[in-house]
């Protein structure tokens, strides 16, 4: 049961994106729900997990008040679950007493959708941090959903494997966040995002229960593909517990290049040029010059800041087939217009560009007092088009917009910056923004390819799905979650 908090001042001051901010009663009143989880629930909570595993200082429930958009909201408690049994009894407790449950691992995502914005009680993962095997013998691993990507991967890599799946935020991101988001990363122009690699999941649902879905073969087409359907869903259909992945061969060879371009114009159309010409790099990622200067002012790689835009090109596999993938691609951006394609001498070098690339949202959030990535996808060969509309729309609407993108995988990734203080130019953002998700619908793209819809872009589904689509995914989310308590207000 929730009781509304509305005359206790919540006041603190914390570090965000490099600036302080005072968040007072007055703030949240205004654009948030502010709840307090009644104390006899927070005394169950206490019995299930221990006392020491239920937060509810002001101190630490803004801590999980946001993440990395401009989206907030203040929860009542954070409980930090052992094991799914003690998940199990919080959900029933939960479902009873109509409280909401927001699952968070690494706090990183982009479209708000770990934020408690119907407050209620943040189910933090971080205990679930084990990986239980790696299977070199069936090319798969196992792995608790609270494991920070990066060390999966490393685990991995030692055994000669490879999970290609590699979000940006993958040194900060969790395996159960990337699930739930469905996340994706460079290597999806070539390998995919996390559902083409998820084969097993262990989830507890809104009523407690506890359900096992798939395992560790490769071919499973019994029932209901409910691994699909939970993979991507945001945590508002279930809490996942453990993960099973499939796994493939670590790559023998691969190179890196930057194709260096007079026009953004003509790094877009090299990319629709790789791909028709049935070149498919591991990674295929456009940056404008108003991106590479930001991050040469963050973090030194040599991006040159005299280019309109460049590509970063990665390919892998066996040592001759990289070799001549990569002259061909070096031949494709030369015809489109590169005036110089670099080529990567040393794996410290490739490391220092990719390490620019992953820096690049830091770069300009460090710039900017409030930041919207977007995630516009729209086919491949509609590329340069969807490049050539956001550049229109910047303009039109005086927003700085530096554009980076995974490319290959026709993914966009315009970045906003702007000043949510700013209430006329936080309306000319919002119109761009609107604009650009209309753009992409109009060229047969989707709303998101890699960073989920969550709480930011909700109001542009029914664009995509129409009432109908959402009438069926509504149907499902209610024989799930007829309580909805699960992520309250975010996707649908």
Same mark, same amino acid.
């Given at each position: 049961?929730?009781?509304?908090?509305t005359h206790q001042t919540y006041e603190g001051e914390f570090t965000q994106r490099g600036e302080e901010r005072k968040l007072s009663l007055k703030h949240y009143a205004e654009r948030r729900c502010l709840?307090?989880?009644?104390?006899?629930?927070?005394?169950?909570?206490?019995? %299930?997990?221990?006392?020491?595993?239920?937060?509810?200082?002001?101190?630490?429930? %803004?801590?999980?008040?946001?993440?990395?958009?401009?989206?907030?909201?203040?929860?009542?408690?954070?409980?930090?679950?052992?094991?799914?049994?003690?998940?199990?009894?919080?959900?029933?407790?939960?479902?009873?007493?109509?409280?909401?449950?927001?699952?968070?691992?690494?706090?990183?995502?982009?479209?708000?959708?770990?934020?408690?914005?119907?407050?209620?009680?943040?189910?933090?993962?971080?205990?679930?941090?084990?990986?239980?095997?790696?299977?070199?013998?069936?090319?798969?691993?196992?792995?608790?959903?609270?494991?920070?990507?990066?060390?999966?991967?490393?685990?991995?890599?030692?055994?000669?494997?490879?999970?290609?799946?590699?979000?940006?935020?993958?040194?900060?991101?969790?395996?159960?966040?990337?699930?739930?988001?469905?996340?994706?990363?460079?290597?999806?122009?070539?390998?995919?995002?996390?559902?083409?690699?998820?084969?097993?999941?262990?989830?507890?649902?809104?009523?407690?229960? %506890?359900?096992?879905?798939?395992?560790?073969?490769?071919?499973?087409?019994?029932?209901?593909?409910?691994?699909?359907?939970?993979?991507?869903?945001?945590?508002?259909?279930?809490? %996942?517990?453990?993960? $099973?992945?499939?796994?493939?061969?670590?790559?023998?060879?691969?190179?890196?290049?930057?194709?260096?371009?007079?026009?953004?114009?003509?790094?877009?159309?090299?990319?629709?040029?790789?791909?028709?010409?049935?070149?498919?790099?591991?990674?295929?990622?456009?940056?404008?010059?108003?991106?590479?200067?930001?991050?040469?002012?963050?973090?030194?790689?040599?991006?040159? $800041?005299?280019? @309109?835009? @460049?590509?970063?090109?990665?390919?892998?596999?066996?040592?001759?087939?990289v070799e001549n993938q990569a002259n061909k691609i070096i031949e494709v951006c030369k015809s489109s217009g590169a005036h110089e394609v670099k080529v990567a001498q040393t794996a410290e070098e490739a490391?220092?560009?990719?390490?620019?690339?992953?820096?690049?949202?830091?770069?300009?959030?460090?710039?900017?007092?409030?930041?919207? $990535?977007?995630?516009?996808?729209?086919?491949?060969?509609?590329?340069?088009?969807?490049?050539?509309?956001?550049?229109?729309?910047?303009? *039109?609407?005086?927003?700085?917009?530096?554009?980076?993108?995974?490319?290959?995988?026709?993914?966009?990734?315009?970045?906003?910056?702007?000043?949510?203080?700013?209430?006329?130019?936080?309306?000319?953002?919002?119109?761009?923004?609107?604009?650009?998700?209309? @753009?992409?619908?109009?060229?047969?793209?989707?709303?998101?390819?890699?960073?989920?819809?969550? *709480?930011?872009?909700?109001?542009?589904?029914?664009?995509?799905?129409?009432?109908?689509?959402?009438?069926?995914?509504?149907?499902?989310?209610? @024989?799930?979650?007829?309580?909805?308590?699960?992520?309250?207000?975010?996707?649908?």
């Amino acid at each position: 049961m929730l009781s509304e908090l509305t005359h206790q001042t919540y006041e603190g001051e914390f570090t965000q994106r490099g600036e302080e901010r005072k968040l007072s009663l007055k703030h949240y009143a205004e654009r948030r729900c502010l709840y307090l989880i009644q104390p006899e629930v927070i005394s169950k909570l206490e019995g %299930i997990v221990g006392k020491e595993y239920v937060l509810t200082k002001k101190e630490d429930l %803004i801590i999980y008040s946001y993440d990395a958009t401009p989206v907030t909201g203040m929860p009542g408690a954070i409980v930090s679950p052992a094991d799914p049994a003690q998940i199990s009894a919080v959900m029933k407790l939960a479902n009873e007493n109509r409280v909401p449950v927001t699952a968070r691992g690494g706090g990183t995502g982009l479209s708000g959708g770990s934020i408690p914005t119907e407050g209620g009680i943040i189910l933090s993962m971080h205990r679930f941090n084990q990986i239980v095997e790696i299977d070199e013998d069936n090319l798969t691993a196992t792995t608790q959903p609270g494991v920070i990507t990066a060390d999966f991967a490393t685990a991995v890599d030692a055994c000669g494997l490879m999970y290609p799946p590699d979000p940006q935020s993958a040194a900060m991101s969790t395996m159960g966040g990337n699930v739930a988001e469905n996340a994706g990363g460079p290597r999806g122009v070539k390998y995919g995002v996390t559902k083409d690699y998820v084969i097993g999941l262990k989830v507890v649902m809104a009523n407690g229960d %506890i359900v096992k879905v798939g395992g560790k073969t490769v071919k499973n087409v019994s029932g209901y593909d409910l691994i699909r359907l939970f993979t991507g869903s945001e945590g508002t259909l279930c809490i %996942i517990t453990e993960i $099973t992945v499939r796994l493939i061969p670590r790559p023998e060879s691969k190179k890196t290049m930057l194709a260096l371009f007079n026009s953004l114009d003509d790094g877009a159309r090299a990319v629709s040029g790789i791909i028709k010409n049935r070149i498919i790099p591991t990674t295929l990622e456009l940056i404008d010059q108003d991106a590479m200067t930001l991050i040469e002012e963050f973090k030194h790689v040599g991006f040159p $800041t005299d280019a @309109a835009g @460049a590509i970063l090109i990665e390919v892998d596999g066996a040592p001759a087939d990289v070799e001549n993938q990569a002259n061909k691609i070096i031949e494709v951006c030369k015809s489109s217009g590169a005036h110089e394609v670099k080529v990567a001498q040393t794996a410290e070098e490739a490391m220092g560009l990719w390490a620019g690339r992953k820096a690049a949202f830091a770069a300009i959030a460090s710039r900017a007092f409030t930041v919207y $990535t977007e995630d516009a996808t729209v086919p491949r060969s509609r590329v340069p088009d969807i490049v050539r509309r956001i550049q229109e729309i910047a303009k *039109k609407y005086d927003v700085r917009m530096p554009i980076l993108g995974h490319t290959g995988d026709g993914n966009m990734h315009p970045v906003i910056m702007a000043d949510e203080r700013d209430e006329a130019g936080m309306k000319r953002v919002h119109a761009a923004i609107d604009e650009i998700f209309r @753009a992409t619908l109009d060229m047969g793209g989707t709303l998101s390819g890699e960073h989920g819809i969550g *709480k930011i872009k909700q109001k542009y589904m029914k664009w995509e799905f129409g009432e109908e689509g959402l009438t069926v995914m509504r149907s499902i989310k209610m @024989a799930l979650d007829p309580n909805n308590i699960l992520n309250p207000g975010k996707m649908l």
